[in-house]
């Protein structure tokens, strides 16, 4: 079995900073792209930025300037740092990671975290 836990939510004024962090855990042969999500309550869920595992980044344009995504291959973990945060990026954040494991070699699977949750104060 394979898991992803999130950590770094929080309460933070708009304009402050938090970092979140995702770790991979169970028996990994590979991690291919990893990715944030989140969901805002009311809406559904959304791209935030994803990494691809030799590093290449993509951002939602209300995330560009803003948030950096980043992983850690040797220890199988994914951040995101973000910083002048607004009311608007209140939201549950999810990671999500293509996960080759040794129970499934010939595939990846599609594996998500529980979540963390971002509040963002006016």
């Known amino acids: 079995q394979v898991q992803l836990v999130e950590s770094g939510g929080g309460l933070v004024q708009a304009g402050g900073s938090l970092r979140l962090s995702c770790a991979a855990s169970?028996?990994?042969?590979?991690?291919?792209?990893m990715g944030w999500y989140r969901q805002a309550p009311g809406k559904q869920r959304e791209l935030v930025a994803t990494?691809?595992?030799?590093?290449?980044?993509n951002y939602v344009d209300s995330a560009k300037g803003r948030f950096t995504i980043s992983r850690d291959n040797a220890k199988n973990t994914v951040y995101l740092q973000m910083n002048s945060l607004k009311p608007e990026d209140t939201a549950i954040y999810y990671c999500?990671?293509?996960?080759?494991?040794?129970?499934?070699?010939?595939?990846?699977?599609?594996?998500w975290g529980q979540g963390t949750l971002v509040t963002v104060s006016s």
């Open positions: 169970g028996t990994i042969l590979s991690i291919n792209a």
């Open positions: 990494i691809a595992r030799g590093g290449t980044t």
């Open positions: 999500n990671a293509g996960i080759l494991s040794t129970t499934t070699p010939s595939r990846y699977l599609d594996v």
